[in-house]
């Protein structure tokens, strides 16, 4: 039986963390290249809508990930 199992050979770097408190529902997103805190946010729907986008959005404006030049 052959064991085709791959595992990653280094753990990625993380490079910003989104924060979800679900009880206080709110969210905010940390940018660790940037040192840029977006947010927080309150409430459920723009907790979501938050969520949806930041990972996409804050790289447009970050000013160490300046986009494809
Ligand atoms: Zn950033």
Do not use: W
Request: proline share 7%; aromatic share 4%.
């Amino acid at each position: 039986m052959t064991d085709n199992l791959r595992r990653p050979a280094r753990p990625q770097r993380v490079l910003a963390a989104l924060f979800v408190d679900l009880e206080g529902v709110r969210a905010r997103y940390e940018c660790l290249r940037c040192s840029t805190t977006e947010g927080p946010v309150h409430g459920a729907d723009d907790v979501t809508a938050f969520v949806a986008s930041i990972r996409t959005e804050h790289p447009k404006r970050c000013p160490k990930q300046g986009g494809r030049r």
